[in-house]
């Protein structure tokens, strides 16, 4: 009898426990299984559906043309599949959001589940009563103490063989149409293992001048590997190797924030939907027909501050947002706006091609103050100040082309009679600044 793999965000097949522990069984068929039942409005977003339809393309062909799809509940499908094949093991990768532990739990008597998905596994990372690590400072010391990861290992030698039947790709509809709102991805990106791997030899050469460079949005600086590590095309372990000879140590404290949001999700599974402090419910967000304009104007980089106009433009076009836009556009939205930190992450959930649940939720709630693992809600960045400082005026005339004609001194913060066809601001710096500390003032009581 044939061993199933059921791939789940791991599409590879370096450095792949479960598939490794699958070939070693026999011969293998390998199963994905779309699922958008079972995480409810974490259901795949748009811009990931983009990206899934091209990796699994790849991995397909990468394996023969024998990987079967099906579409359903994962932990009633995969049980099916197993029966019609009459599996004499089931392997696949564990994961750690709440909906996908649910799966694992419906199948923990049926599936062999492998470490694969973070640098160490998250339960080997925590306080020495065993509970998560609430800030990122002493996870990243408990952390350091598991390292190096173990190593990764190289492919399997696998046979896979053909399976039940299963549905065609291009029937899952996972491609935009009417309008396709995705013409920009396939210029910036290549979903797949093949296009993973590429990526991270590329950003072996950089990784160097990462610390210098990663906080200004002009340059390519950052290794935008978050897409692929997401759907797991290359392996965080696989990561660090090629990286730590390199020299790449800051670079690796910032992968390790993928991994404490893997323990934060554990620590807080509504992470994504419930304020990690309890206080901050009673925060008075904006809602009504002026917050609805608002929020719209946001999502299309139409609030008259250049830097978040640029980076939410850029999300639209690329899929991606440097992180530092990130920041100020979440920000802008929850002290500028005064909106939830909910909406803006949905927006997000969305739109970017790295959607990812716990980096998502965690990095959302910090900028918010909401969160465990936060800054404080007064904290409120000045757009204009950001911008000027990390030296974003060519970010700018890249991705808001009205205003490309202006220069450093002006670019950042327009003057009325400057803007021509760009947008006036939404609200000013200091109004709005006074809005969110009244607005704090509340929670306070
Ligand atoms: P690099 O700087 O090259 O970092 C390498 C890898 O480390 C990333 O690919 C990512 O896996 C990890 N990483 C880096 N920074 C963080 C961080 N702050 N939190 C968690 N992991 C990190 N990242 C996502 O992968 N998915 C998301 O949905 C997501 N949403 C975000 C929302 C907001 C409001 C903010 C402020 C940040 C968000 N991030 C998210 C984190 C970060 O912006 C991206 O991981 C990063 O910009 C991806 O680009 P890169 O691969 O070039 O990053």
Known sequence: APALLWFRRDLRIAD????????????????????????????????QRWWLHHSLAALN????????????????VVRAVAQEIGAAEVHATALYEPWERETEAALADLVTFHDGDTLVPPDRVTTQGGSPFKVYGA??????????????????????????????????NLLPTKPDWATGFGKEWTPGEAGALERLDEFVTEVAAYERRRDRPS?????????????????????????????????????AWRDFARSAMLAQPDIGWSNGR???????????????????????????????????????????????????????????????????????????????????????QWIAGTGTASQMFNRIMA?????????AGDYIREWVPELAGLDDDMIHDPADDRRGAYPPRLIGHREARDRALSALAKVRG
Request: proline share 6%; aromatic share 10%; glycine share 10%.
């Open 16 to 47: 792949h426990h479960a598939l490794t522990a699958a070939a070693a069984a026999g011969r293998v068929v390998p199963l994905f299984v779309l699922d958008d039942d079972t995480p409810g409005e974490f259901r795949i977003g748009g811009a």
């Open 61 to 76: 062909e990468s394996i023969g043309g024998k990987l079967v799809l099906r579409r359903g509940r994962a932990a009633d």
């Open 139 to 172: 996870f990243w010391r408990a952390l350091t103490e598991q390292l190096p990861p173990e190593q990764a290992l190289p492919a399997p030698d696998v046979q896979f063989v053909a399976g039940p039947g299963g549905d065609k790709l291009a029937n899952w």
């Open 219 to 255: 340059e390519e600086g950052t290794s935008r590997l978050s897409p692929h590590l997401h759907w797991g095309e290359v392996s965080p372990r696989q990561v660090w190797d090629a990286l730590h000879p390199r020299g790449g140590s800051k670079f690796l404290k910032e992968l």
């Open 278 to 364: 309890a206080a901050m419910d009673r925060l008075p967000w904006r809602t009504g027909a002026d917050a609805e304009a608002d929020f719209a104007a946001w999502t299309k980089g139409r609030t008259g501050y250049p830097i978040v106009d640029a980076g939410m433009r850029q999300l639209w076009a690329t899929g991606w947002m440097h992180n530092r836009g990130r920041m100020i556009a979440a920000s802008f939205l929850t002290k500028h706006l005064l909106i939830d930190w909910r909406r803006g992450a949905a927006w997000f959930w969305d739109t970017l091609i790295d959607a990812d649940y716990g980096n998502n939720s965690l990095n959302w």
């Open 383 to 391: 757009p204009l100040a950001q911008s000027e400082k990390f030296d």
